[in-house]
């Protein structure tokens, strides 16, 4: 076992957006080099909010997509090892031996359960909601990672996963590294609609596979003051999505400076703004663009990858798990049964 690995991912719902990029693959494409790195393309916490047949039809291609992302984005396939959640069905078999060192409470207090819940249309949590963070805690501790790249909607998740650990450690020996978190510095990013965070679901979303066009379109579009009617009105910059992204996006302070001073004492309109930040978020995704056009032309790799990726957690999984079992005594209670089965045997039936 490697002493030093890193766990990360995603469900696969859709392309991956900027606000993915602030919220954790940065920080991904920064360390995955540091760390032995798994990522994980979680499609059974998908279905904890979506479930519907055309929900998990959808699965293969999002997989196929959201691997090409994290390339694209800067991790190199030769450094990573991406699986498919559902294909590691001994993930389930440390949920199961993992649940009941949490308590209800304590996962009612995830701040982000209840949001997801209401960001998925949902009048009642689902237990599989519910037990989110236990699942999430599994594929942490299942490959034994010691990193944690997330998001600041995730941070509760992983503090689970450490008391968990730390519980686990304290019955039944020393078995799972307590996991650190990373998190990103930047707070979570904010949608084009200025309503909400960046999200999927809510179509408020800038991918980094849009095109140039699409960019300025949805850019153009944005959210700014709402009670700037006229170009020589001051207006807001404080909490301005549009000028939210100039500072996480335009390299060039002086440029975000200039812009925001005029903003402030209306002399320049929300369409200039808005028309150098498109420029600033596509010159900031053209190599990712051209990454992603590269890897795409590979016939096959993403498949390998998630292939390759997949046998191999599989198999530290399948360790993982007789570890597990062995420090708790499941495994020696079964041998033990079944010796005395065989003895019962051979005096029954000598011959």
Known sequence: MSAARMLTGDRPTGRLHLGHYVGSIANRVRLHKRYESFFIIADLHMLTTRNTREDISRITDNAREMVLDVLAAGVEPDQATFYLQSAVPEVGDLFTLLQNLVTVPRLERVPSLKEMARAAGKEEMPYGLLGYPVLQAADILCVRAGVVPVGKDNAAHVEVTREIARRFNHLYGDVFPVPELIQ?????????????????????AIDLADEPAVVRRKVLGMYTDPNRIRADVPGRVDGNPVFVYHDVFNPDRAEVAELADRYRAGRIGDVEVKERLAVAVNHFLDPIRERRARFAAERGLVDRLIVEGTERTRDEVRQTVTEVRRAMGLTGAYQRIRRRAERARRVTDPA
């Open 184 to 204: 990103a510095e930047t707070p979570a990013l904010v949608g084009t609609d200025g309503r909400a965070k960046m999200s999927k679901s809510l179509g408020n």
